[in-house]
C-alpha cells in the first residue's frame, strides 16, 4: 500500500507544522493563530521544502468551517437570531458598502477598472467566520449581547456574499471582464437576465429557510433522540457529524447557499433540542482541528514576496481592512444607540478578512475583473489582519473600560453595568448547574445555605431564577463574572464543571481574589487531581473512586464501620492531607452551635464515607 498520498501528506505536514510553530508562538506569549499562519507559509508553494496540495488544504479548511458554524448555531436560537435584525441587516449591508467604496477608491488609485475595484472592495468588506468566531469563543462572548449582534452581522454578510458571487459572472461583461464559458456558472446563468438570476437566487436562498425552519425543525430534533435512545455513543456521535455536514452540503448543492450559512441553520435548528448541548461537546475536538487547518492553508496562499514588491499598495489595503472596516462598523453600531463597549467589540471582530474574500478574490482574477495582483495584496492584507486581530481584543479588554466612559469605578467593578454585583458575603459560589451542579444546588438550598450560582447556559439561567436562586449569568473564567459573584467575600466555592483544567483557571483567579475562601472540586482523572491540588482545591472529589466506593460500601458492609483509612489503603480515596479532618472538626463545632443543616444532635452519625464529603460541601455558614 503507498503511503505517499497527497491527502495523507497535507493533512499530516498541515497538522505537525501546526503544533511545532503554534506551541513556539505560545511559548514566547503570542496567539498560537501566528504560529498556525506561518505554519501554511512553510508548507506553502513560494517557499521551499515541503509543498502540500492547496486546494485539499482549503476544502479541509472548509470542513473547520462548517463545524464551527454548526457550533455557533447550536447556543443560538431563532429568537436570538431575530432579536438583533434591527441592527445586522442595515448595520451588515452600511458597511459592506463603505468598505466597497474605500476599496474601489484605492483601487482607483492603482489605476483599476470599476469591476476590479468593486470586486476588490468587497473582498476587503467580509469578515473571516473563523476568526471572528474564534475570539467571541476565546472571551466567552458568543451568547451575550455582542456575540449575538457579531453572528447576526455575519450571516447576513455571508447572504450578501452568496449574491455577490452568483451575480459577478452574470455582470461581468458589462464592468469590462469576461463572462465565463464554461463550469457551473455558465450553466447555471445560461442566458438569464439579472433580475431572473436575482429573483431565482433569492427564492433558493428562501425556499432553504422556510425548509430548515418548518421540516427541519421537526425531523433534525427527532433523529437525534432516536439515535440517543439506541444507546450507542459511536452512533450519536455520527449523527452529529452527518448532519452538521450533511445539511451543510446538501444545501450548497441544492440551494446555492453557502456551507457556512447550512451548517449554521443545521445547528439553530438542532439547538431546541435537549441534546444540543451533547452534540456540541461531540463535534467539538474535530472542529478545533479542522479550524487550525484553515489558518494553514490561509498561510499556504500567501506570497512573502508581495511585501517587497508592493509595499504601499499592500499597506493601504491593511488599513482599509483594520481601520476603514472599524470605524464605519464603530459608528453603525453607536447610531443605532448601542453602548460604546459594544460598539467596540463588534468593531473589532470585523477588523480581519477570511475565506469569502479569496473566494472572490480568486472569481475576480478568473473574470478578467481583477489583476492577479488584487489576489495577492488581499491575501497578504488576510494574514497580517487575522496575526493583528488577537491585539485589537488585548487592546479592548484593557482600555475597553476606560473608552466607555466607565473611570471612576474600581477595576473589579467594571462588569456593574452588565453583570450586577451580588450584595451577599459569607456565602458559598457554585460554578455550574448540569447534572452535579443541579443535585449539589437543590441540596444547598433545601439546607438553608446562602448560595449563588455561575452559569452562562440559558436553560439552566432560567431553571435557577425560576427556583428563586441568584446566578450570574456569566462564563466563571472571567474575571468580571467571578468579581460579580463576590468571591473575595465568599466563604466557599465549589467547581462542579465537568473539565478540570478549566476549573484549574477558575480555581486560580479565586484563590487571588480570595486566599482564604475554601474550594471544592471534581475531577475525573488523577492528573486533573494533581492540578486541582496543586492550585489550591482544599477537597477534591473524583467521580470514578466514588462509584468505586459505594460499590465497596455496599458489597463490603464492614468498610464503612473500618472508615476511610481501609478504603485509603486501597487506593480508592485520596483526600488531600487533613481536610476530613477539617471537615469533620468543623461539623463537630457547629453541631454544638445550634446548627440545623447536618441533622439534630441526637441523629445518628453518618457512615464515615459519606457524612464528611457532604458536610463540607453542604455544611451552614458560620
Known sequence: MPHDTSLISTIVGALVLAFVFGAVAQRLRISPLVGYLLAGVAVGPFTPGFVADQHLALQLAEIGVILLMFGVGLHFSLKDLLSVKAIAVPGAVVQIAVATLLGMGLAWLMGWGVGGGLVFGLALSVASTVVLL????????????????????????????????????????????????????????????????????????????????????????????????????????????????GVAYGSALLFGVSFALGAFFAGMVLSESPLAHRAAEETLPLRDAF?????????????PK???????????????????????????VRLFGHERITALTISASLAQIGEFSFILATLGVDLDLMPAMGRDLILAAAI????????????????????????????????????PITAQAGHT??????RVGRLVGEGLKAAGVPLLVIEDADDAVEALRASDIEVVDANAALPEALAAANIAGARRLILAIPDGIEA?????????????????????SDAEVEHLRRGGAEFIIMGEREVARGMLAHLVPEAAATGLSALSSTGLFDPPRGAIEAALEADESEAAAGSDAGGAPGDPPAAPSEKPRQEAVAGPPA
Open 384 to 419: 497580517v489582519s487575522i496575526v493583528t486581530n488577537p491585539f485589537f481584543f488585548i487592546a479592548l479588554d484593557r482600555f475597553g473600560p476606560r473608552l466607555a466612559g466607565v473611570r471612576s469605578a474600581p477595576a473589579a467593578a467594571t462588569p456593574t453595568r452588565q453583570i
Open 134 to 245: 474564534r475570539a467571541l469563543q476565546e472571551r466567552r462572548l458568543i451568547e451575550s449581547e455582542q456575540g449575538r449582534i457579531a453572528v447576526g452581522w455575519l450571516i447576513v454578510e455571508d447572504l450578501a456574499m452568496v449574491l455577490a458571487l452568483v451575480l459577478l459572472p452574470a455582470v461581468a461583461d458589462s464592468l469590462g471582464g469576461t463572462s465565463p464559458g464554461t463550469g457551473a456558472a455558465a450553466t447555471f446563468l445560461d442566458d438569464a437576465d439579472l433580475l431572473t438570476t436575482l429573483a431565482v437566487t433569492l427564492g433558493k436562498v428562501i425556499a432553504f429557510v422556510a425548509l430548515m425552519l418548518v421540516v427541519g425543525r421537526r425531523v433534525i430534533p427527532w433523529v437525534m433522540q432516536w439515535v440517543a435512545h439506541t444507546g450507542s455513543r459511536e452512533l450519536f456521535r455520527l449523527a452529529v457529524l452527518a448532519i452538521a455536514l
Open 291 to 303: 479550524a487550525v487547518l484553515f489558518f494553514v492553508s490561509v498561510g499556504m496562499l500567501v506570497d
Open 306 to 332: 508581495i511585501v517587497i514588491e508592493h509595499p504601499l499598495p499592500l499597506l493601504g489595503t491593511i488599513v482599509v481592512v483594520l481601520v476603514g472596516k472599524s470605524l464605519a462598523a464603530y459608528a453603525i
Open 429 to 434: 459560589v457554585l460554578v455550574g448547574y448540569g
Open 504 to 524: 484549574g483557571s477558575v480555581l486560580k483567579k479565586a484563590r487571588t481574589l480570595n486566599p482564604d475562601i475554601e474550594i471544592i472540586a471534581r475531577a475525573h
